[in-house]
C-alpha cells in the first residue's frame, strides 16, 4: 500500500469501526438502563441462584473497558495484539457463563425472569449473543481478515492508519539493504526529529532516517 492509499484505507475501516462502536454503546447504554431498573433481582432467589446482576454488572464493567481501550491503545505491535488475546478470553468466559446460567437456572427464576424483569432479562441475552459474536470476530481478524485486508479493525481507524503508513514507508528492498515492516519496532518514529527510523537488526542497514 503507498501512502497516497492510506486515505482510503482509512475510509474503509469506518463502516466496521461503526458497526464495532455502535454495538459496544447499545450494550452499555441497554446494561445500565437494566440494571437501573431491575436492581431489586438482587434480593431474589434469581440472583442467589444464577447471580443475573453479577454476570450483567461484570458485562457493563468489561465492555466498557473494552471502548476505552479501542481509544486509548496504541496501534500494532505486542499491546494490540496483547489486547485482542485478553478480549477473546473474556468474551469467551462471559459468554459461557451466562449460557450456563440460563441453562441451569430453575423454570420458577425463569418465569419470574420473564414477567417481572423483562430488561434484566433481555440484556442478559443480548450479553451472551454480544460476546460469542465479538469472540469470533476478534478471532476471525487475528487469524485471517486483519492480515489479509492489510489493516488492524481492532483499534480506531486513525491509529491503523498511522501505522499503515509507517509500514508502507519501512517496507524495504533488501538489493538495498531497506529493513522490511517485520524487522522494525512498533516504536518507528523519532521522538526528536519526528522522522521514521528503523530499530537495530541484524539484517539490513541500521539507523536509516528519511523525510
Known amino acids: 500500500m503507498k ?15 461503526t458497526i464495532c462502536l455502535g454495538t459496544h454503546l447499545t450494550i452499555i447504554v441497554v446494561g445500565i438502563v437494566a440494571i437501573h431498573s431491575d436492581w431489586n433481582i438482587k434480593n431474589t432467589s434469581c440472583e442467589v441462584e444464577a447471580h443475573i446482576l453479577k454476570f ?15 481509544f ?13 488475546v485478553v478480549m477473546m478470553i473474556f468474551h ?21 425472569m420473564r414477567h417481572h ?11 451472551i ?14 487469524m485471517y481478515l ?12 486513525a491509529k491503523a492508519q498511522s501505522l499503515a503508513a509507517i509500514e508502507d514507508a519501512n517496507s524495504g528492498d533488501p538489493e538495498t539493504g531497506w529493513l522490511s515492516p517485520a524487522q522494525y519496532s512498533s516504536s518507528a518514529v523519532d521522538a526528536t526529529t519526528g522522522k521514521i527510523k528503523y530499530a537495530p537488526c541484524s539484517r539490513g542497514r541500521l539507523g536509516k532516517t528519511f523525510e
Open 146 to 157: 486483519g492480515q489479509q485486508l492489510g489493516a488492524d479493525f481492532t483499534l480506531l481507524p
Open 117 to 127: 424483569y423483562e430488561i434484566m432479562n433481555l440484556f442478559q441475552r443480548l450479553c
Open 92 to 112: 469467551f468466559g462471559l459468554a459461557t457463563w451466562g449460557l450456563l446460567a440460563r441453562w441451569n437456572v430453575g423454570a420458577s427464576c425463569k418465569l419470574e
Open 3 to 17: 501512502l497516497h492509499e492510506v486515505g482510503k484505507m482509512k475510509l474503509s475501516q469506518y463502516i466496521p469501526a
Open 129 to 142: 449473543m454480544y460476546n460469542y459474536v465479538l469472540m469470533t470476530c476478534t478471532i476471525l481478524h487475528e
Open 72 to 84: 486509548s491503545f496504541p496501534a500494532g505491535g505486542e499491546v494490540a495484539r496483547a489486547r485482542a
Open 56 to 70: 450483567c454488572l461484570c458485562n457493563l464493567v468489561f465492555t466498557a473497558l473494552v471502548l476505552i481501550s479501542y
